[in-house]
DNA sequence: TCTGGGGTCCTAGGACCC
DNA sequence: TCTGGGGTCCTAGGACCC
């Protein structure tokens, strides 16, 4: 019989800004979202200070200097390379993993008493090793060894009930952070102690819709009769229930399918009230999405540019979306603002500040598909010619940061772009900013 | 003054086809 | 007056995730 396992880190943002900078371990410390709006990561210490999760920054920003709180802006740099680091080492311990996120990955193990094959030394020796909880301890060490990063290990029947799990696990330092819930006789009273609010997939209707039914926690929607569930939420629902019951119903992918849409889309620092601000915005944000779909191999039939103005400033709200397609799909830069830049003259108004903006990159293909088109005639030099700037460009920018050549439509000097006040430096991306550990030479023999 | 960004899946309903 | 049945495809909207 396989488990299943969820590995993901504790307050993965405020661990990696640890990692990089001891002197803040032990401190309350919060990591904000991009243009540092929101509270989106904090630390054991923070938690415990009572600092809520998804908390404007302006609003708790008294409360975090009377705390003495440690603030960082968001540093993605830092934290996807820190998460390909995670993922490489969980990958030599598990015979199939799903990367389902920057910090958590779940993944396939066999029970003790079954017979099977494994492919890694790592996972080879855990299950001829008894229990899959001793397994989870080695890889938590493992992982902190490595990594300095302290994970939890969840391992059940299925997705949502290893995610249960792992919440124990991380509830409960009793378990030394992991949890099996599979090795249970009967898992019942630890999913009463689960609020139907806390299962995987329950959404904020979901959770409204069960508590007026006095569906307080995981063991009363499991018990649920289908046919409720069946009429309201349909399979999605159904689907749910089952896990809870230990059936894994929802599939591990350890190779996930090409993407079907791409998106790039910020917030201003401040209100956007002009067109030219607007069109390098937009072009920007193109350019980073085209940049995305080459990496990807990957082009794009169609394009969506999306403006707003600010929900909570009291004036009239503006929204608008316009879309238009392309005669041939493509990644490159320059076709993509072709396209995309005349929609947005199209959702300017000239008395709207805008907050945001974004595109969407839409009808992805994989780049292999060969392109003709009757009304737009390219010879094959021509196309090659084109990726071949693309290439050189996209490896510029890699090799010397990105920005180091961009399009002129992008804007030189641009005002409108986020926020990050706070940011760490890029201590394992950027050779300039490595941290430096100076060895002091003991003094001998001084009295 | 200041409220994130990037995704997926499912369903219902309409257009269209034979 | 009578006005089928079954299918596909697309889109919008709603729900969810981290």
């Not at 640890?18 to 002197?23: F, H, K, L």
């Not at 929607?221 to 230990?246: K, M, N, S």
């Not at 003709?372 to 490896?395: G, K, N, S, W």
Request: positive net charge.
């Amino acid at each position: 019989m396989s488990a299943i396992v969820l590995i993901d880190a504790n307050n993965f943002y405020a661990s990696c800004e640890a990692v990089v900078d001891p002197a803040v371990i032990g401190r309350p410390l919060v990591v904000l979202s991009n243009n540092d709006g929101c509270i989106v990561s904090r630390s054991a210490e923070a938690r415990a200070l009572g600092i809520p999760m998804g908390a404007p920054y302006f609003q708790m920003r008294r409360e975090l200097e009377r705390h003495a709180v440690i603030v960082r802006s968001s540093n993605y740099g830092l934290y996807a390379d820190m998460s390909q680091r995670l993922m490489a080492t969980l990958e030599s311990w598990m015979e199939e993993l799903e990367i389902y996120s920057i910090d958590e990955a779940f993944g396939r193990l066999q029970r003790p008493g079954t017979t099977h094959t494994t492919r890694t030394s790592n996972a080879g020796t855990s299950t001829t090793a008894g229990d899959l909880r001793s397994w989870g301890l080695a890889l938590r060490r493992t992982v902190l060894r490595h990594l300095g990063l302290p994970v939890a290990v969840g391992i059940a029947p299925s997705k949502v009930l290893a995610k249960i799990a792992n919440r124990i696990a991380k509830r409960d330092p009793t378990w030394g952070g992991v949890f099996d819930l599979g090795a249970l006789d009967d898992p019942t009273p630890w999913l009463e102690e689960i609020a139907v609010e806390d299962i995987w997939g329950v959404g904020l209707q979901w959770s409204r819709w069960c508590h007026l039914r006095g569906i307080s926690n995981a063991r009363i929607l499991r018990d649920l009769p289908p046919g409720e569930l069946r009429r309201r939420w349909g399979v999605v629902g159904l689907r749910l229930q089952r896990e809870l019951q230990g059936h894994s119903c929802l599939p591990l992918v350890a190779l996930p399918p090409p993407r079907q849409e791409t998106c790039v889309s910020r917030s201003f620092s401040r209100p956007v009230t002009t067109l030219a601000e607007l069109r390098e915005a937009v072009a920007t944000y193109l350019s980073r999405a085209a940049e995305k779909l080459r990496r990807q191999r990957q082009r794009a039939g169609a394009l969506t540019v999306f403006v707003r103005s600010n929900p909570f400033d009291g004036s009239r709200f503006y929204a608008n979306a316009a879309t238009a397609p392309l005669l041939l799909p493509s990644n490159d830069t320059a076709v993509l603002l072709a396209a995309g830049l005349p929609l947005a003259e199209r959702l300017f108004r000239p008395h709207k500040s805008l907050q945001k903006a974004g595109v969407l990159l839409q009808q992805l293909q994989p780049e292999k598909l060969l392109q003709h088109h009757l009304l737009v005639p390219q010879t094959a030099e021509q196309q090659q010619r084109r990726e071949a700037l693309m290439a050189v460009i996209d490896d510029l920018n890699r090799r010397y940061g990105s920005g180091t050549l961009q399009w002129a439509a992008c804007g030189l000097q641009p005002t409108w772009i986020m926020r990050r006040s706070r940011v760490s430096r890029a201590a394992t991306t950027r050779l300039s900013d490595v941290p430096v550990v100076q060895a002091v030479a003991p003094r001998i023999g001084s009295s």
